[in-house]
């Protein structure tokens, strides 16, 4: 009976701590790792949404200065499509990401936090010089008196900031143990069960229901996202993609590990089926 039990508990800790093991391990590599975290946003320069809500914003900032909406739209949009906005777009985003860092660490924000530590915000001003040549290219010369601005839009709002940075953290140093952790569980749990092909069916259907309540928790993370986006410019359409594309990697992990685990689940019943016949 002790050695049920025993089998059980551990079974039961390894599948609830799997799916917080694959949130802070994505947590470690992508939101903590500069170069993951521009290679996973990068792509948007590329994206309709993104575009858009950019050239609104750059928009929205040039016309303060230069009240001819359509001349001012059709440079911003030339810019805005052009590979120099690609590259401006990434470094961008690394310079948000560094100060991100230094805000969840504890270090605390740069220029582009806001007082409150509560709002990182992207740096469009690198883009203004590129606008400025369009508009004086095109015969409006007196648009070289544009002064340098620094418009923004809202990447993350962080509302219980004491919150993120414990859990930023210790995503940091957990890394590889909670993983490490979950897998340990697991085998000592099958190993110490009486009937390991049964001890194997739950831990493979416990592994998928722990994938399932992390897919639904990060749905229910994007809606509150995108419902918490302010208005800088960075419209809905626009902020679902960076937060699909920041979180990309981690649906493809739980979902790898939620249909490994039906499979193991499935394949373990089977097999004990036999053995019985």
């Given at each position: 009976?002790l ?5 059980a ?6 599948c ?29 320069a ?15 900032e040039?016309?303060?200065y230069?009240?001819?909406d ?9 810019v ?21 860092d ?8 740069g ?13 469009l001003?690198?883009l203004?010089n ?12 007196f ?15 962080v509302?219980?900031?004491?919150f993120?940075?414990?859990?930023y ?35 493979g ?18 809606s ?22 920041l ?8 979902l790898?590990?939620?249909v490994?685990?039906?499979l193991?689940?499935?394949?373990a019943?089977?097999?004990?089926r036999?053995?019985r016949a």
């Amino acid at each position: 009976m002790l050695r049920k039990v025993l089998a059980a508990l551990l079974l039961v800790a390894g599948c609830v701590l799997a799916p917080v093991a694959v949130a802070g391990f994505w947590a470690a590599n992508e939101i903590v790792d500069s170069d993951r975290y521009a290679a996973a946003v990068g792509p948007l320069a590329d994206d309709p949404a993104v575009q858009s809500a950019v050239t609104e914003r750059l928009t929205d900032e040039i016309v303060q200065y230069l009240p001819l909406d359509r001349a001012v739209r059709g440079a911003v949009q030339r810019v805005v499509t052009s590979d120099a906005f690609a590259r401006a777009w990434t470094e961008a985003n690394r310079v948000a990401h560094d100060q991100l860092d230094a805000l969840l660490s504890g270090e605390g924000g740069g220029s582009l936090v806001t007082e409150d530590g509560t709002t990182v915000s992207l740096d469009l001003g690198p883009l203004i010089n590129g606008i400025k040549q369009q508009l004086v290219a095109s015969g409006l010369t007196f648009a070289g008196r544009i002064p340098a601005a620094h418009p923004t839009i809202e990447l993350v709002q962080v509302e219980d900031l004491a919150f993120y940075q414990s859990l930023y953290q210790w995503a940091a140093k957990l890394k590889w143990v909670l993983p490490g952790l979950t897998v340990v569980l697991l085998v000592l749990g099958v190993l110490a069960a009486r009937r390991r092909s049964r001890a194997l069916v739950w831990t493979g259907l416990g592994l998928a229901l722990g994938m399932a309540v992390l897919a639904g928790v990060l749905a229910w993370a994007r809606s509150g996202y995108l419902g918490a986006t302010g208005t800088k410019g960075l419209d809905p359409a626009a902020a679902a993609a960076f937060f699909d594309a920041l979180t990309r990697s981690l649906w493809i992990g739980l979902l790898v590990i939620g249909v490994a685990g039906l499979l193991l689940g499935v394949g373990a019943w089977l097999a004990g089926r036999h053995r019985r016949a």
